[in-house]
C-alpha cells in the first residue's frame, strides 16, 4: 500500500502562494485519482482538487480559478500549486487516493495577517 508524505506548508499573508508537495512512496494513480484535502479545526475533510492520470482535474469551487493541482509520475508527486491564498484557506492539507483509507500527517497552512 502507498503512504504519502506531504510539505510544503507554513504561514503565508492574504493574497500570497505556496506550492505543496506529495511524495508516494511508490508509483501514483495504481489504484485511482489522486486527490488533495484539507481539514480545518472544528470542520469535516474536504477534498478540494483531484486528478486523474490521463489529466483530467476537478476542483471545489471554493478553490477553483486559485488552485492547481499536477503530477510528475516518473517522480511519484503530486503537486498543488495555492495562489490567491485566504483566511479560510487555512487548514492541515493532506494528499491521497481518491477513496483511500489512511492518511498521513497532512502538512499545516496558515494564511493570516
Known amino acids: 500500500q502507498v503512504q504519502f508524505v506531504e510539505s510544503g506548508g507554513g504561514l503565508v499573508q492574504p493574497g500570497g502562494s505556496l506550492r505543496l508537495s506529495c511524495a508516494a512512496s511508490g508509483s501514483i494513480f495504481s489504484i485511482g485519482a489522486m486527490g488533495w484535502y484539507r481539514q480545518a479545526p472544528g470542520k469535516q475533510r474536504e477534498l478540494v482538487a483531484r486528478?486523474?492520470?490521463?489529466?483530467?482535474?476537478n476542483y471545489a469551487d471554493s478553490v477553483k480559478g486559485r488552485f492547481t493541482i499536477s503530477s510528475d509520475v516518473p517522480k511519484n508527486t503530486v503537486y498543488l500549486q495555492m495562489n490567491s491564498l485566504k483566511p479560510e484557506d487555512t487548514a492541515v492539507y493532506y494528499c491521497?487516493?481518491?477513496?483511500?483509507?489512511?492518511w498521513g500527517q497532512g502538512t499545516q497552512v496558515t494564511v493570516s495577517s
Open positions: 486528478i486523474t492520470r490521463g489529466g483530467i482535474r
Open positions: 491521497n487516493t481518491v477513496g483511500g483509507r489512511s
